[in-house]
């Protein structure tokens, strides 16, 4: 029965031409090893495996396994699924910081950020110049559209509590259409500012949350 074929790599059919030279002693090993880069001793172990197996001892055993240093498909689905889940406004910096922390899934920052830009879960800063995004004219009567708005901050520092103020702003003309300052950006403080808003201008006009 004739031998099975053998794929080689240029690499590897030039190894074979300094082993075939040294099995047939026109060339010494120390020689061969200066030409390949590599000790006598792995010189030694490839005229051995030549001799045994033909060209096919020259071939790497690793050739067709997956690598050792690939991380298991089931890593990945579990770091992109909790990202998406728990994490999705993270960048892959934070993200990977508490993917460790909270759910001990190891991963690398840069294994987490091209997982990321491959499911389109993150885009870089080039790609994200690289959107173009149509832009939405402004309504054209007063009160057609009204922009709401809350923000939590220190608005008085040490001369009063820690507040939320709501904002209502006329998406036609940009003009402030009710502010109220409230304890906090919640449903129970944005009735109130709304009825106000609403007996002050009518009922014509159609608040939209932002």
Known sequence: MGQEPVTMSARELDRLEVVRRVLERSLTQVK????????VRQVRRLVCQ???RGPA???SGKRGRPSNRR???ELKAEALALVRERHADFGPTLAQEKLVEQHQVQVSKETLRKWLSEAGIWLSRRDRRRTAHQPRH???CLGELVQIDGCDHDWFKERG?????LVYVDDATG???ELRFVKSESAFDYFPATESYLKRHGNHSRPSTR
Do not use: K, N, T
């Not at 061969?32 to 000790?39: H, I, T």
């Not at 509590?161 to 103020?165: D, F, G």
């Open 32 to 39: 061969a090893a200066e030409l390949m880069g590599l000790c």
């Open 50 to 52: 030549c001799e045994l």
């Open 57 to 59: 001892g020259l071939v």
């Open 71 to 73: 991380l298991p498909a």
């Open 138 to 140: 402004r309504r054209e």
């Open 161 to 165: 509590e820690r507040c939320a103020l």
């Open 175 to 177: 003009r402030i259409m």
